[in-house]
């Protein structure tokens, strides 16, 4: 996936990154760069969790109820 060429066209879509701490594009900065390069919309959110890729949804479960909610 081409993160920096997709997250640009999502315009005014709000959306929500859960970033997995373990994730290599977490540790490395990339995910939080890429998410300061969409297009800005105030209900597009940015969570870091402590959690890996595979079990980011899971983890993040609270995050994701609450983003939605407040939609």
Do not use: C, R
């Not at 993160?3 to 999502?10: D, G, L, R, T, V």
């Not at 997995?20 to 597009?44: E, H, L, N, Q, R």
């Amino acid at each position: 996936m081409n993160f920096a060429s997709s997250i640009q066209k999502m315009g005014s879509t709000p959306f929500l990154w859960i970033a997995p701490d373990a994730d290599p594009v977490t540790k490395s900065g990339m995910a939080s760069d890429y998410f300061s390069k969409a297009p800005k919309t105030p209900k597009s959110k940015f969570i870091e969790i402590e959690a890996e890729h595979i079990n980011a949804p899971v983890k993040g479960i609270k995050e994701i109820h609450q983003w939605i909610s407040d939609l």
